[in-house]
């Protein structure tokens, strides 16, 4: 028997390392050629990594959430035969040998010398069964009704945890402890301090739940976070509001959709949106622009392409719409339906996912009255849709049934000043409360 070491290969796109988002074996599982071993992530692109040969897993080199470089060692298998490696000292896992450290660290700093473990810490490999995003912790409840101790048996504790609890009157016995082999800690003593002097359950039969949950925030979770903190930090936003009567619109919209063609999709709000967006740029072509502010430069483009911003089982991401000036209501309409379809299914590709010069957001019918969008950075502007309201409107005599909706719009005030942004806004509406505006050629 030998072992063999495999390593992060290299992912493409000239990168040189690579987030582990999901790991699919653990330690002492049996794995075939070609069984998928791990998952890893490079900006939104998520890449598997299969096994080159059959054999065991005995050792997994990274935790979910690590940054791994192209080429690093990441699982070792036992194999029939030889194998790729003749020593082992340098695949020590890295994440098992910081927990032996760390627990060492805190049995010394915590117990008392006679309480102190006679056998080593056992340091576990760095694989986990525990899914991607999220891991429980959970503590026991340091309840002060908790069933004592039994009778002889001495609290395991520090000399200063002890001294704390005599100073402070409390029997030890009634604490739980949350270190290792129950010891308790200074946060046992606080947790058991501020629960007060009660030792009834309350009379509702209600009870409190101690338990805290981690969730490591890895993988597109993490580079939407990424993102969102860059724009916040770096542009000076200024949101636009409008209400927008969409009444004609529907109506028009609901006549396209009667005349069913194959060659046709379904049309909803977002290509006219689109194709009023794209007018209002020709008349604004500074608001289709990316702003490189490290070096002082907007990159206006000619070529408007429209990110839409869509929601995921595994977060938010922005499939693009290219070249939105070049296409007809419908061709806008089946790219976003083939878009939406590909970001829901996991299959968008890198290409699809990048190169906005301006977005959407729109909630749909959970969109609200109102919101504050983040713009897509570099960008220098983002068009957000709240839901559509049936309300009485004043034409002049009475009030009368509309449909209305507001836009809310955010913009980088180094570049877009508030005129600007509402003139921008003003066109789309007079667009889509005018709908056959949409359709004149300028």
């Known amino acids: 028997m030998g072992e063999y070491v495999i390593k992060l290969p290299d992912v493409g796109e000239g990168v040189a390392e690579a987030e582990l988002v999901e790991w699919s074996v653990k330690v002492g599982d049996l794995v075939r050629e070609d069984t998928v071993l791990a998952a890893v992530m490079t900006d939104k692109a998520t890449v598997e990594v299969p096994s ?7 050792w997994l080199g990274a935790e979910i959430g690590d940054t791994v470089a192209i080429g690093s060692p990441i699982v070792r298998l036992k194999v029939a035969g030889e194998g790729n490696v003749t020593a082992t000292a340098d695949t020590k896992p890295v994440a098992a040998g910081k927990a032996e450290k760390l627990a060492k660290v805190e049995v010394a700093k915590e117990a008392p010398a006679e309480a102190a ?16 995003a999220t891991k429980n912790v959970s503590r026991p409840s340091a309840s002060i ?10 609290p395991l504790a520090s000399p200063a945890v002890r001294l704390r ?5 409390i029997d030890l016995r009634q604490v739980a402890g949350t270190g290792p082999a129950g ?16 030792t009834m359950r309350p009379a509702t039969g209600l009870s409190r739940n101690e338990n805290v949950e981690e ?3 890895i993988g597109l979770r993490r580079k939407i976070a990424e993102k969102m903190k860059l724009a916040k930090s770096r542009i000076p936003h200024i949101t636009y509001v409008e209400e927008i009567d969409v009444t004609a619109l529907e109506e028009l919209r609901a006549a396209l959709n009667k005349e069913k063609r194959a060659d046709r999709p379904k049309l909803t709000l977002l290509p006219f949106l689109m194709r009023a967006m794209v007018k209002a740029i020709g008349e604004q072509p500074l608001l289709n622009s990316l702003f490189d502010d490290e070096a002082g430069i907007i990159h206006q483009h000619g070529g408007i392409h429209i990110g839409i911003a869509a929601q995921t089982a595994n977060g938010l991401v922005v499939p693009v719409v290219k070249h939105a000036e070049a296409r007809d209501l419908w061709d806008c309409g089946a790219e976003v339906n083939r878009l939406a379809e590909a970001a829901k299914t996991g299959t968008a590709t890198r290409d699809e996912l990048s190169g906005s010069t301006i977005t959407i957001t729109s909630l749909g019918a959970m969109g609200g009255v109102v919101t504050t969008p983040v713009i897509n950075h570099p960008e220098v502007a983002i068009i957000g849709v709240n839901k559509m309201m049936v309300r009485p409107m004043w034409d002049g005599t ?14 980088d005030h180094r570049i877009v000043d508030g005129w600007d942004a509402a003139v921008f806004v003003q066109r789309i509406k007079a667009l889509l409360e005018t709908p056959a505006l949409i359709f004149v050629d300028n």
């Open 183 to 198: 010891l308790i800690r200074h946060e046992d003593i606080d947790e058991f301090l501020a629960r007060g002097p009660q």
């Open 398 to 411: 009475q009030f009368v049934p509309r449909k209305m909706m507001n836009l809310s719009s955010s913009f």
């Open 215 to 217: 969730i490591k925030v």
């Open 145 to 154: 009704g908790g069933a004592p101790r039994p009778e002889g048996e001495k």
């Open 52 to 58: 080159p040969v059959d054999g065991e897993i005995l």
């Open 117 to 132: 473990p006679k056998e080593p810490v056992e340091a576990r490999p760095a694989a986990s069964s525990v899914p991607a």
């Open 165 to 169: 609890a005599k100073e402070a009157g």
